[in-house]
Structures are given as structure tokens and as C-alpha cells.
């Protein structure tokens, strides 16, 4: 028997839709009707939940009408006279309570109101029941009180006279657990509730049969075990009168924590057994639903596949026949859609080749006379047989017409290398077209731009070629960007190629110079002639200057290639100014000159990068004393406002010096460049300091112009608009406390093994001369792999390495004995001579400290003390070497006067000298030390403090005689010197 396409497509999909949809059905009914069971019994539990909140409420309701009562005056009077009845009669109504009774002193009953009810009368006071008297000794409680055909809830409240502070009467509210009380609960949480006081299964309920007599006796079975509900809540499903019900039961305490009944509420089930059925009928009728649109659908869709096959196969017949006009009608997008317009386009092309052919040709002069590109054809020799718009506009020729008449040999005549063309029609050759060959065109007016040039060849039926034909498109914006790109390319490789070298001259010039300065700071501290110590002190200056210059330089970098980073932070112009004056006030009075400082009074704090807006004044005010010799510097601050918190700031620095030539006053801003005709000898310098100040203040926002005459002076002008108003309580406290660091010099090492690996000998050889007086041992290695195989050997208790050696770096040799179990416990400090702060970065991640290149002692001492044990002690021998004039005395009597200004001095020393003598500390060059001790000496004059002026003096002819380790505990008398200030 021949089933067809139709009927089988219908029954597949019949099935495929209604086995799962059965499945799926079945599946939801069981959860559909376990989740009625269970919402079922959490309806019970909710209604008991429901019932025992209304009993705390009539248990709160009970205990404020008792108290309420017991406060009123009415009462109160009625006790005493003993005639309160009818008071209570009056009110019983609003009061909403089934029994209210009030007892004197003497326990006597002296009134008694409550509802109508049969049987009412066994749960009245009796005169003797512990209650009365529990409440006239105020130890009253709200409890529930079990009687033998029931149970109450019993509240009393004390009266009390509050004058006499004596108990006079109590007031005693009590609801009987009845089925009036019962029915209340019941109306309100829509279930039947019952409440069983004894074992013995005394129940009272709100179960009624059919006549509305209630059902004491409803259950199949009372709970005997009061403690199988105790502490929880049983649920579980009963018939009562032929009724399904769920059951939830939970047990009712007395204050005591004793339980005096149990509590219980029965939910119908009837709604949901009613659900149960709407949900059977609602599947059914859902299931019959869909399993008649799923035969419906799948015969539409079975339709819908073959109606289709019907249509094509006679037109198949129809066309078979002859009829080249015959078209199927399929509008759909599927595969019988595309077989259908395949046909289509099929018989179209048949019937309508030639006229096929006609439109193409029309379509492609459409094409040809509007497109972008500029399309050619042309001869075999070079002459162009047809051209577009567009070409003729891109070469800038009138018309068509015009440029195909002029050019014989478009190759020569358009294309600047013709050369170039040759080698695509040798391409040509082997493979008939060539895409998008770059050339660069000539236009008619002999500009130039750059071509892509595509090109392909026509030919014969036979293979003999015709013409070419192909298009110009225009990509010189192309080109410039390109070239602009390989530009910027080339600008970052040679920034990155200069920054790599920097690094590694600084690396190479730092190497040397730590031997050199360090070397040249031991043979200071030991030698005794003083032409010797002369010609170290210059070889120390100098070896100082050059390590500024590098810094220069790398300063000037990082400007350039963008990684140079500013650090905002709240900065007092009035402290900054301070401390430029301080820094050259010492030069100024060798030459005679004054430093005038001028600061407007509404310049409050400002927040910019205090660190480079000094590097900027420094230079500027370091030129205006380098070059006048005489008169005087003013360094001037003036603000605008310019918001509510914001400030447009002008910094002046004005002098009366040489001046600047007009033609020149750019031209000093620029990288190494200074004055023509400028004395080298006589001023130095390299030409960075004001290249650094002007990219330093663009950097800020700002900008620096300078207005000067020759022979009058200069003045250099900072503009910094928009700058944010800040806070000088957040700026940053620089002051210390002079117990802040133990001295070096007084600490004594306790003996351990270290570990110094440097593939420079005169590098290791410069940490054993700094340390030879100590009961530190070194071990010496060249590289990480001799630093390894020595820590197998040794006992090490530090490791000093070198970032650059060969074999195995530092790094490497770090990360081997961090990855250790055995040595990671080993502190390491890495020594580099690099000044690229992406190298610090990385050795702050690795290693446990680092110092850098070049190296003084009192760095190598103050990192070891982090990482060795040591004890500090003072050294007798300290006096002698420090010599009388080196301590700050306490034998100086001071003047009521002087004691006046000492706070204005603190305030100086706390502000302007604290900053400096942190950084010359850390730096420690010895013309810096020298003009600190001369502006203390100068200080310690204008205050007439004897050992301030001494304390300077005596340090600055330490720096003249170049006696290292005498500076250095002077330098760390200073905070002890401002303590001995404050406490004069």
C-alpha cells in the first residue's frame, strides 16, 4: 500500500509533539499535586501560627486593661469606700473582657463583672487561690489557670497607693479558653481550632456536626504525651466527620515554661481537593487542546512541504513542453524557496538572454560614468581607448575627451617611475590580472599623487589580446598616514633606543663613580694632610656635579619620551619660598647680593607637585645668583582667584644681573644650549636647567616667559591658571623627632656572615673597606651562580648582590633562593646603578631592599641595621674624635628676650630646615652641608643664640677640612638641637 509524503510528515510530527507533551505532563501533574499537599499542610501550620499570635494578643489585651483599671482613680476611691460595682458594671462593655474582679487588702471580693455565658462561673477567684496574693505582694504574672472542666488566662495588676507606697487592692482580668473565646480565634483565621488542658483528653473545640452542636469528641485520638509537642510543631492529616483536614498541633506554656494544654488548628481540605480537580480538568482539557493543534499543524506543515514539490513538478512538465514563459509562485526562504527561484531565474535566462546582455551592457556604462575609482581601458601600447569622470577629476584634466587625446602612452606620461608599470605587465603575463600596485601618479598640473593600480587583460574568443582595462584609486591620505604611522614608530623606537641608553650610561658611569666617591669619602676620613684632603674634596665635588648631570639628563628623558610622572600633593608657597631663600641666602651674601622674598596675603595653599615646583624655582633663583653681581633677587608670588576653589598663580624671579639678549630669549629654553659669548669657566652649567624648569611647568599647566634687558637684569615669569585650593593641614609634616634614628656611628654590629656578590672587584672591595672595622665577615662573589653554589657551603646571614653580572644575574639568583625552603629566609639588598624607575619597581618587588649606585656608607649601614642585629652604645673615644666645640652645650643663659622670640625660631627650623636637612642627609654633599651650617650660623646671629651660631660655624669648617664622620654625627645633632630650642 503507497503511503504518501503528506500523511507520514503529519503522523511524525503528531508524535514528536504529543510523547514528550504527555511526559511532560504527567511530570507536572505529580508536582502540581504534591505542592497542594504540601501548601495543604503549611496552611494548617500558618492558621496555628495565626491562632497562638491572637492568644499573645489577648494576653497583652488582658494585662493592659488589668493595668489600666489598676491605675484608674475610680478604683482606686471605690476600694475604699468599698462600693465599686457599679463602676465596673458601667464599663464592662468597652472593656471587652469575659471577667473582671477586684479584691481588697484583705482579699475580699469586692466586685465581679462578666459575659453571659453557661457554666462562666468555674473559672471565677476564689478568695484563697495564690493569685490575689502573689499580686498584692507584687509578684504578680499573667498565667493560665487549669480547672477541672477548663482553662483561663488569668492577668492581675496591683492597685497601689502611690502616696503610701501600699498594695490596697488587685485587679484580676481572666478570658476562659471556652468555645466562645475559641470561635473568635476561629473567625479570624478561617480554621476550626480546638484546645486540649490534660492528658485525659479534655478538648474544648469549634468542630460542630450537621445540627451545630459542637464535636468534643471530633478527633479519632488526643495527644497524651505533652512533650511530643514541646518544643515543636507536629502537623499530620485527620478525618473528622468524614472531612479530610490537616492538623497542626503545638503545646500552650505558662510563664514557668509548664505546660498547661496543647493548641490546635484543622484547615479543610475542601478547596483543595476542589483545586486538585480544576487542575485535572485544566491538564485534560489542555492535553485534548494540543494534541488537536498538533495534528492541525502537522498537516499544515506537511502541506506546506509538498504543495510546494506539486508546483514544481508541473511546471517542469509545463516547460518540458516548450512553454519558456511558465514561472512557480514559491515565496519562501528555505531550501524549496531557493530550488524554486533557481528554477525561476533559470527559464528566465532562457527566454531572456538577449536582452540580458542588453541591460548589462547599460548597467555597466552606469557603473563606468559614476563610479568612484577612476576606470581606464586601454591599448596594448599604452593609449587610452576610454575613461571615466572620476579619473579625469583625480588627474585634473577638463574632459574625457581632452585626456584621451593628450595622453599617447599613459604609462610615460602619468606614471613617474614607468618602470614600475613594466613590471605589471610582466605579472600580466602569467597571471591576466594584477590588484592594487602602489604608484605614484602625475597630474596635468604636475602634482603628484599616490595610485593603486588595477589592472586586467581582455581578450579574443581566440586569446589574442585586446586592450587592458582597469582603475586608479586615490590613496595619497592613504600614504600619509602610513607615513605618519612609520614615523611615529620610528620616534618611539628611538625614544625607547635613547632611554635604553641612558640607562645603561647611567649604569656604566654610576659602576666607576661608586668606587670612586666611595673610596674618595674613606681616604677623607683617614687622611691627615690637608693637601691630600684638598684634592679629594675636588675629586668628591666633582664626581657629585657629574652625578647631577646624569640626573639632568635622565630628568630630561623622561620628559621627552612621556614617562615622566608628577605627584600632586598640597604645597605652601610660603614654606617653598622659605626654603629657596635658605638654599641660597649663603651665595647671596658671598657676593653681596639680597634675596627679597614677596608673597601676597591671599595665597592660601595650592595642591601641584612640590618636588618639581622647587626643581624649578632652584634653577631659576640658582641662574638669577649665578649671574648678578649685584643688587639684589626678588622672588615674587602673586594669586587671582578664579573660582571658589580655585587660583591662578604667578611665581616671579626677578634680578639685577647681566640680562639676556633679545635674539637669545628663546633659544635658552632649549635642550644644552646657553648664552653665546657665555663664560663656561667662569659660570658652568650644562644648558639643562632651564630646558628642564620650561617642560617641567608645561607639564604642570603652566607656561615660562622671561622679559630682560642686557645690563639691567631679567625677570623669569611662572603662570599656573586653575590651580586647586588646598588645605595646609594635609600637607605633609616634616618634621622629626630627634630620637627618629639611632646614629650610626654609635651602633655596634654583632658578628654574622655576608655575602657580597659583584662582578667588579674594586665594587667588593669598597663594601669590605666600609665595613673592616666591624665583626661583619664577607664572603665575595663574582656572579649568581658562585652566589649559589656559596649559600650551600656557608652559613649567610645577608646577601648583598649586584642587579648586572654575568652567568646568572641578580634577579635570577634572588628568585632561585626566594623559591627555596631552605634560604628564603636570607634578606636580600640589591646594589644597582640603574636610575629608571620602572627597574626600581621591579627590584622592590623581588628583592628586600636595594641601594643605589653610587654607594656611601652611612646608606650600606642604615640598610644593614634593618636586616643584622645590632646595639647601640657611646663610645668614649666619641668625645675625643667629636672635640669640645662639636657638642651642643646646655651652659648658655638666655635672656627673658630672647626666650620671647624662641618660637618664631622653632617655627623656622621646623619648616624650612627640617625639609633641607632631610634631603642633604640622604645626599650628602659637602657644598650643601656647608651653606646649611652658614644659614644655622646666620640664624643662630639674628636670634643671638651663641651655640646655634657655634653649631654652624663648627660645622662648616668640618665640611673645609673634610672630616666625614664629624659631619655626620653633627648632622645628626640637628634634631636634638631644635629639642634643646624647645625646651629652653
Same mark, same amino acid.
Not at 478604683?75 to 471587652?96: C, N, P, V, W
Not at 675636588?538 to 615622566?564: A, C, M, P, R, V
Not at 612640590?610 to 626678588?634: H, P, S, W
Not at 631679567?714 to 639611632?742: C, T
Given at each position: 500500500?503507497?503511503?504518501?509524503?503528506?500523511?507520514?510528515?503529519?503522523?511524525?510530527? *503528531?508524535?514528536?509533539?504529543?510523547?514528550?507533551?504527555?511526559?511532560?505532563?504527567?511530570? %507536572?501533574?505529580?508536582?502540581?499535586?504534591?505542592?497542594?499537599?504540601?501548601?495543604?499542610?503549611?496552611?494548617?501550620?500558618?492558621? @496555628?501560627?495565626?491562632?497562638?499570635?491572637?492568644?499573645?494578643?489577648?494576653?497583652?489585651?488582658?494585662?493592659?486593661?488589668?493595668?489600666?483599671?489598676?491605675?484608674?482613680?475610680?478604683?482606686?476611691?471605690?476600694?475604699?469606700?468599698?462600693?465599686?460595682?457599679?463602676?465596673?458594671?458601667?464599663?464592662?462593655?468597652?472593656?471587652?473582657?469575659?471577667?473582671?474582679?477586684?479584691?481588697?487588702?484583705?482579699? %475580699?471580693?469586692?466586685?465581679?463583672?462578666?459575659?453571659?455565658?453557661?457554666?462562666?462561673?468555674?473559672?471565677?477567684?476564689?478568695?484563697?487561690?495564690?493569685?490575689?496574693?502573689?499580686? @498584692?505582694?507584687?509578684?504578680?504574672?499573667?498565667?493560665?489557670?487549669?480547672?477541672?472542666?477548663?482553662?483561663?488566662?488569668?492577668?492581675?495588676?496591683?492597685?497601689?497607693?502611690?502616696?503610701?507606697?501600699?498594695? *490596697?487592692?488587685?485587679?484580676?482580668?481572666?478570658?476562659?479558653?471556652?468555645?466562645?473565646?475559641?470561635?473568635?480565634?476561629?473567625?479570624?483565621?478561617?480554621?476550626?481550632?480546638?484546645?486540649?488542658?490534660?492528658?485525659?483528653? #479534655?478538648?474544648?473545640?469549634?468542630?460542630?456536626?450537621?445540627?451545630?452542636?459542637?464535636?468534643?469528641?471530633?478527633?479519632?485520638?488526643?495527644?497524651?504525651?505533652?512533650?511530643?509537642?514541646?518544643?515543636?510543631?507536629?502537623?499530620?492529616?485527620?478525618?473528622?466527620?468524614?472531612? !479530610?483536614?490537616?492538623?497542626?498541633?503545638?503545646?500552650?506554656?505558662?510563664?514557668?515554661?509548664?505546660?498547661?494544654?496543647?493548641?490546635?488548628?484543622?484547615?479543610?481540605?475542601?478547596?483543595? #481537593?476542589?483545586?486538585?480537580?480544576?487542575?485535572?480538568?485544566?491538564?485534560?482539557?489542555?492535553?485534548?487542546?494540543?494534541?488537536?493543534?498538533?495534528?492541525?499543524?502537522?498537516?499544515?506543515?506537511?502541506?506546506?512541504?509538498?504543495?510546494?514539490?506539486?508546483?514544481?513538478?508541473?511546471?517542469? &512538465?509545463?516547460?518540458?513542453?516548450?512553454?519558456?514563459?511558465? !514561472?512557480? %509562485?514559491?515565496?519562501?526562504?528555505?531550501?524549496?524557496?531557493?530550488?524554486?527561484?533557481?528554477?525561476?531565474?533559470?527559464?528566465?535566462?532562457?527566454?531572456?538572454?538577449?536582452?540580458?546582455?542588453?541591460?548589462?551592457?547599460?548597467?555597466?556604462?552606469?557603473?563606468?560614468?559614476?563610479?568612484?575609482?577612476?576606470?581606464?581601458?586601454?591599448?596594448?601600447?599604452?593609449?587610452?581607448?576610454?575613461?571615466?569622470?572620476?579619473?579625469?577629476?583625480?588627474?585634473?584634466?577638463?574632459?574625457?575627451?581632452?585626456?584621451?587625446?593628450?595622453?599617447?602612452?599613459?604609462?610615460?606620461?602619468?606614471?613617474?617611475?614607468?618602470?614600475?608599470?613594466?613590471?605589471?605587465?610582466?605579472?600580466?603575463?602569467?597571471?591576466?590580472?594584477?590588484?592594487?600596485?602602489?604608484?605614484?601618479?602625475?597630474?596635468?598640473?604636475?602634482?603628484?599623487?599616490?595610485?593603486?593600480?588595477?589592472?586586467?587583460?581582455?581578450?579574443?574568443?581566440?586569446?589574442?589580446?585586446?586592450?587592458?582595462?582597469?582603475?586608479?584609486?586615490?590613496?595619497?591620505?592613504?600614504?600619509?598616514?602610513?607615513?605618519?604611522?612609520?614615523?611615529?614608530?620610528?620616534?618611539?623606537?628611538?625614544?625607547?633606543?635613547?632611554?635604553?641608553?641612558?640607562?645603561?650610561?647611567?649604569?656604566?658611569?654610576?659602576?666607576?663613580?661608586?668606587?670612586?666617591?666611595?673610596?674618595?669619602?674613606?681616604?677623607?676620613?683617614?687622611?691627615?694632610?690637608?693637601?691630600?684632603?684638598?684634592?679629594?674634596?675636588?675629586?668628591?665635588?666633582?664626581?657629585?656635579?657629574?652625578?647631577?648631570?646624569?640626573?639632568?639628563?635622565?630628568?630630561?628623558?623622561?620628559?621627552?619620551?612621556?614617562?615622566?610622572?608628577?605627584?600632586?600633593?598640597?604645597?605652601?608657597?610660603?614654606?617653598?619660598?622659605?626654603?629657596?631663600?635658605?638654599?641660597?641666602?649663603?651665595?647671596?651674601?658671598?657676593?653681596?647680593?639680597?634675596?627679597?622674598?614677596?608673597?601676597?596675603?591671599?595665597?592660601?595653599?595650592?595642591?601641584? /607637585?612640590?618636588?618639581?615646583?622647587?626643581?624649578?624655582?632652584?634653577?631659576?633663583?640658582?641662574?638669577?645668583?649665578?649671574?648678578?653681581?649685584?643688587?639684589?633677587?626678588?622672588?615674587?608670588?602673586?594669586?587671582?582667584?578664579?573660582?571658589?576653589?580655585?587660583?591662578?598663580?604667578?611665581?616671579?624671579?626677578?634680578?639685577?644681573?647681566?640680562?639676556?639678549?633679545?635674539?637669545?630669549?628663546?633659544?635658552?629654553?632649549?635642550?644644552?644650549?646657553?648664552?653665546?659669548?657665555? =663664560?663656561?669657566?667662569?659660570?658652568?652649567?650644562?644648558?639643562?636647567?632651564?630646558?628642564?624648569?620650561?617642560?617641567?611647568?608645561?607639564?604642570?599647566?603652566?607656561?615660562?616667559?622671561?622679559?630682560?634687558?642686557?645690563?639691567?637684569?631679567?625677570?623669569? !615669569?611662572?603662570?599656573?591658571?586653575?590651580?586647586?585650593?588646598?588645605?595646609?593641614?594635609?600637607? =605633609?609634616?616634616?618634621?622629626?623627632? #630627634?630620637?627618629?634614628?639611632?646614629?650610626?656611628?654609635?651602633?655596634?654590629?654583632?658578628?654574622?656572615?655576608?655575602?657580597?656578590?659583584?662582578?667588579?672587584?674594586?665594587? &667588593?672591595?669598597?663594601?669590605?673597606?666600609?665595613?673592616?672595622?666591624?665583626?661583619?665577615?664577607?664572603?665575595?662573589?663574582?656572579?649568581?651562580?658562585?652566589?649559589?653554589?656559596?649559600?650551600?657551603?656557608?652559613?649567610?646571614?645577608?646577601?648583598?648582590?649586584?642587579?648586572?653580572?654575568?652567568?646568572?644575574?641578580?634577579?635570577?639568583?634572588?628568585?632561585?633562593?626566594?623559591?627555596?625552603?631552605?634560604?628564603?629566609?636570607?634578606?636580600?639588598?640589591?646594589?644597582?646603578?640603574?636610575?629608571?624607575?620602572?627597574?626600581?619597581?621591579?627590584?622592590?618587588?623581588?628583592?628586600?631592599?636595594?641601594?643605589?649606585?653610587?654607594?656611601?656608607?652611612?646608606?650600606?649601614?642604615?640598610?644593614?641595621?634593618?636586616?643584622?642585629?645590632?646595639?647601640?652604645?657611646?663610645?668614649?673615644?666619641?668625645?675625643? /674624635?667629636?672635640?669640645?666645640?662639636?657638642?651642643?652645650?646646655?651652659?648658655?643663659?638666655?635672656?627673658?628676650?630672647? =626666650?620671647?622670640?624662641?618660637?618664631?625660631?622653632?617655627?623656622?627650623?621646623?619648616?624650612?630646615?627640617?625639609? !633641607?636637612?632631610?634631603?642633604?642627609?640622604?645626599?650628602?654633599?659637602?657644598?650643601?652641608?656647608?651653606?646649611?651650617? %652658614?644659614?644655622?650660623?646666620?640664624?643662630?646671629?639674628?636670634?643671638?643664640?651663641?651655640?646655634?651660631?657655634?653649631?654652624?660655624?663648627?660645622?662648616?669648617?668640618?665640611?673645609?677640612?673634610?672630616?666625614?664622620?664629624?659631619?655626620?654625627?653633627?648632622?645628626?645633632?640637628?634634631?636634638?638641637?631644635?629639642?634643646?630650642?624647645?625646651?629652653?
Amino acid at each position: 500500500m503507497r503511503i504518501s509524503v503528506r500523511f507520514r510528515l503529519v503522523l511524525i510530527f *503528531t508524535i514528536v509533539i504529543i510523547v514528550p507533551l504527555a511526559i511532560i505532563t504527567s511530570v %507536572n501533574l505529580w508536582f502540581t499535586l504534591n505542592r497542594l499537599e504540601k501548601d495543604f499542610e503549611a496552611e494548617s501550620i500558618k492558621a @496555628l501560627d495565626r491562632a497562638r499570635s491572637i492568644i499573645v494578643e489577648y494576653t497583652q489585651n488582658a494585662e493592659n486593661t488589668a493595668l489600666l483599671l489598676a491605675e484608674t482613680g475610680e478604683i482606686k476611691e471605690g476600694i475604699k469606700t468599698k462600693d465599686i460595682q457599679d463602676y465596673l458594671d458601667a464599663r464592662h462593655d468597652s472593656l471587652f473582657t469575659a471577667i473582671i474582679e477586684i479584691f481588697d487588702r484583705d482579699k %475580699n471580693l469586692l466586685a465581679r463583672t462578666h459575659a453571659s455565658e453557661p457554666g462562666i462561673d468555674i473559672f471565677f477567684t476564689r478568695t484563697d487561690d495564690s493569685i490575689i496574693s502573689d499580686t @498584692l505582694n507584687l509578684e504578680e504574672h499573667t498565667k493560665y489557670k487549669i480547672y477541672e472542666k477548663g482553662t483561663a488566662l488569668k492577668a492581675p495588676a496591683p492597685v497601689v497607693n502611690f502616696e503610701t507606697l501600699e498594695t *490596697t487592692g488587685a485587679v484580676i482580668v481572666t478570658y476562659p479558653f471556652n468555645v466562645r473565646m475559641l470561635q473568635k480565634i476561629k473567625d479570624r483565621i478561617k480554621a476550626e481550632v480546638s484546645f486540649q488542658w490534660s492528658t485525659k483528653g #479534655d478538648i474544648v473545640t469549634t468542630f460542630q456536626d450537621q445540627n451545630g452542636n459542637t464535636l468534643t469528641q471530633a478527633w479519632q485520638g488526643s495527644i497524651s504525651d505533652y512533650r511530643l509537642v514541646e518544643d515543636k510543631t507536629i502537623c499530620k492529616k485527620e478525618r473528622i466527620e468524614s472531612v !479530610r483536614y490537616a492538623v497542626s498541633y503545638t503545646c500552650l506554656k505558662n510563664f514557668d515554661s509548664q505546660i498547661i494544654g496543647i493548641i490546635s488548628t484543622a484547615v479543610n481540605s475542601s478547596a483543595i #481537593d476542589h483545586n486538585k480537580q480544576m487542575t485535572l480538568k485544566i491538564i485534560l482539557i489542555s492535553s485534548i487542546v494540543v494534541f488537536i493543534l498538533a495534528v492541525i499543524t502537522g498537516f499544515l506543515t506537511a502541506r506546506s512541504f509538498t504543495l510546494p514539490i506539486y508546483q514544481l513538478l508541473n511546471a517542469i &512538465r509545463s516547460i518540458t513542453r516548450g512553454n519558456l514563459e511558465e !514561472r512557480v %509562485n514559491i515565496l519562501k526562504n528555505d531550501e524549496i524557496g531557493d530550488l524554486a527561484r533557481a528554477f525561476n531565474e533559470m527559464t528566465s535566462e532562457l527566454q531572456e538572454k538577449q536582452e540580458s546582455l542588453q541591460k548589462a551592457n547599460e548597467k555597466y556604462r552606469v557603473i563606468f560614468e559614476n563610479a568612484v575609482e577612476g576606470i581606464f581601458q586601454s591599448t596594448p601600447n599604452g593609449q587610452f581607448i576610454n575613461v571615466n569622470p572620476a579619473l579625469v577629476k583625480m588627474l585634473k584634466y577638463e574632459s574625457q575627451n581632452e585626456m584621451i587625446n593628450s595622453i599617447q602612452n599613459f604609462p610615460k606620461q602619468i606614471i613617474i617611475n614607468p618602470d614600475e608599470f613594466d613590471a605589471v605587465l610582466q605579472q600580466l603575463k602569467k597571471k591576466e590580472q594584477v590588484i592594487g600596485a602602489e604608484m605614484l601618479l602625475r597630474c596635468k598640473d604636475k602634482t603628484q599623487i599616490w595610485g593603486a593600480v588595477s589592472v586586467r587583460t581582455i581578450r579574443d574568443d581566440y586569446g589574442n589580446l585586446m586592450f587592458y582595462e582597469g582603475s586608479f584609486v586615490d590613496i595619497t591620505e592613504h600614504k600619509k598616514i602610513e607615513k605618519a604611522e612609520r614615523e611615529r614608530k620610528a620616534a618611539e623606537a628611538a625614544n625607547q633606543a635613547k632611554s635604553i641608553f641612558l640607562a645603561n650610561m647611567s649604569h656604566e658611569i654610576r659602576t666607576p663613580m661608586n668606587a670612586i666617591l666611595g673610596f674618595s669619602e674613606i681616604l677623607l676620613n683617614s687622611s691627615r694632610n690637608s693637601e691630600e684632603k684638598r684634592l679629594l674634596k675636588t675629586i668628591y665635588s666633582s664626581g657629585q656635579s657629574l652625578l647631577t648631570l646624569i640626573n639632568d639628563i635622565l630628568d630630561l628623558s623622561k620628559i621627552e619620551s612621556g614617562k615622566f610622572e608628577l605627584y600632586w600633593e598640597p604645597v605652601s608657597i610660603e614654606r617653598l619660598f622659605n626654603e629657596i631663600y635658605q638654599i641660597f641666602s649663603y651665595k647671596a651674601l658671598e657676593k653681596g647680593l639680597e634675596i627679597q622674598i614677596n608673597i601676597e596675603n591671599n595665597i592660601p595653599g595650592i595642591i601641584s /607637585d612640590e618636588t618639581r615646583l622647587r626643581q624649578i624655582l632652584i634653577n631659576l633663583t640658582g641662574n638669577a645668583v649665578k649671574f648678578t653681581d649685584k643688587g639684589y633677587i626678588q622672588i615674587r608670588a602673586q594669586g587671582k582667584q578664579a573660582g571658589v576653589d580655585m587660583i591662578d598663580l604667578i611665581l616671579e624671579i626677578k634680578d639685577t644681573g647681566t640680562g639676556i639678549p633679545e635674539d637669545q630669549q628663546e633659544r635658552i629654553f632649549e635642550s644644552f644650549q646657553q648664552l653665546t659669548g657665555q =663664560k663656561a669657566v667662569q659660570y658652568g652649567g650644562t644648558g639643562l636647567g632651564l630646558s628642564i624648569s620650561k617642560r617641567l611647568t608645561e607639564m604642570m599647566g603652566g607656561k615660562i616667559s622671561v622679559v630682560s634687558k642686557v645690563g639691567k637684569g631679567s625677570i623669569f !615669569r611662572l603662570e599656573f591658571p586653575g590651580l586647586k585650593i588646598s588645605d595646609l593641614k594635609d600637607q =605633609k609634616n616634616h618634621s622629626i623627632s #630627634d630620637k627618629e634614628e639611632n646614629k650610626d656611628s654609635e651602633i655596634i654590629f654583632e658578628p654574622a656572615v655576608i655575602l657580597v656578590a659583584d662582578d667588579i672587584g674594586y665594587n &667588593r672591595e669598597l663594601i669590605k673597606a666600609y665595613l673592616v672595622k666591624t665583626e661583619l665577615k664577607i664572603i665575595e662573589s663574582e656572579n649568581g651562580r658562585q652566589s649559589w653554589d656559596l649559600i650551600q657551603d656557608h652559613h649567610i646571614d645577608f646577601i648583598l648582590t649586584d642587579i648586572r653580572m654575568p652567568e646568572m644575574d641578580g634577579y635570577e639568583t634572588a628568585y632561585l633562593i626566594k623559591k627555596s625552603e631552605k634560604f628564603k629566609h636570607i634578606p636580600i639588598v640589591a646594589m644597582t646603578a640603574s636610575a629608571m624607575k620602572e627597574d626600581a619597581f621591579k627590584i622592590e618587588s623581588i628583592f628586600d631592599g636595594y641601594l643605589a649606585k653610587p654607594l656611601k656608607k652611612n646608606q650600606l649601614v642604615t640598610e644593614l641595621k634593618k636586616h643584622l642585629a645590632w646595639k647601640s652604645v657611646l663610645e668614649p673615644k666619641a668625645e675625643k /674624635d667629636y672635640g669640645e666645640k662639636d657638642r651642643i652645650e646646655d651652659k648658655e643663659n638666655i635672656s627673658q628676650e630672647i =626666650k620671647a622670640r624662641l618660637p618664631e625660631l622653632i617655627k623656622i627650623l621646623e619648616d624650612e630646615f627640617i625639609a !633641607r636637612w632631610h634631603e642633604i642627609k640622604d645626599v650628602f654633599f659637602l657644598d650643601d652641608i656647608a651653606e646649611f651650617a %652658614n644659614s644655622l650660623k646666620l640664624l643662630g646671629e639674628q636670634y643671638c643664640l651663641n651655640f646655634l651660631k657655634e653649631y654652624g660655624e663648627n660645622m662648616y669648617l668640618r665640611t673645609e677640612s673634610i672630616e666625614i664622620d664629624v659631619i655626620e654625627k653633627l648632622m645628626n645633632e640637628f634634631p636634638r638641637l631644635i629639642a634643646k630650642i624647645k625646651n629652653i
